[in-house]
């Protein structure tokens, strides 16, 4: 689907949800959850980031009626999002989380059905070892299937920096990968 395509079907779906279809509403909050959870996961476990982003989707809900322009959803409810991740994390003692539970928070679920593929291993653990401002943005576009303009709205930054964050990314990946496959490879 081209970005224009995207977006435009996205501003339909909020004229639709704000006149009260569930539906509409019900594919907005597929389409933004796992930003959501990418978000909100800055500070915190996967749990706790999931149960922010159900309530920043119950808060969006509700206040929808209030958004005057529907090609402004994105950074709206991104600053939802921000807002109850920092009042949650503010409130919440946060014990620090093991490797295991940070990883397996971004596991794709594409690659999650083949946990027993090194090679996958070796994919999820590059992206994690990215910056988090650099994991995020490549996380949303290519596991997610977010266009830059969504990405650079929802974290409100130039999409000048949502292109270099994924440049940087690619480049950080293949270095990362180029050396766990030849590893992986040489040990066959």
């Not at 397996?104 to 690659?111: T, V």
Request: net charge negative.
């Amino acid at each position: 689907m081209h970005e224009s395509d995207w977006i435009q079907e996205e501003e339909a779906w909020v004229v639709l949800a704000r006149e009260g279809d569930l539906a509409a509403f019900d594919r907005l909050a597929g389409r933004y959850r796992a930003a959501a959870i990418v978000m909100a996961g800055r500070t915190m476990p996967k749990e706790m980031a999931e149960d922010v982003a159900q309530d920043s989707l119950i808060a969006a809900f509700k206040a929808l009626p209030r958004l005057e322009s529907p090609d402004k959803f994105a950074s709206w409810f991104g600053a939802i999002v921000r807002n109850r991740a920092k009042r949650t994390a503010r409130q919440t003692p946060m014990a620090a989380a093991p490797l295991d539970e940070l990883i397996a928070a971004y596991a794709p679920s594409i690659l999650a059905q083949i946990l027993d593929d090194e090679r996958s291993r070796a994919v999820r653990c590059a992206i994690q070892a990215l910056q988090p401002e650099v994991r995020d943005v490549v996380e949303l576009y290519y596991l997610h299937e977010w266009p830059v303009k969504r990405i650079s709205e929802f974290f409100l930054l130039p999409q000048t920096t949502v292109k270099w964050r994924l440049h940087t990314g690619r480049e950080q990946l293949r270095r990362r990968l180029s050396r766990s496959l030849e590893e992986y490879d040489g040990n066959e």
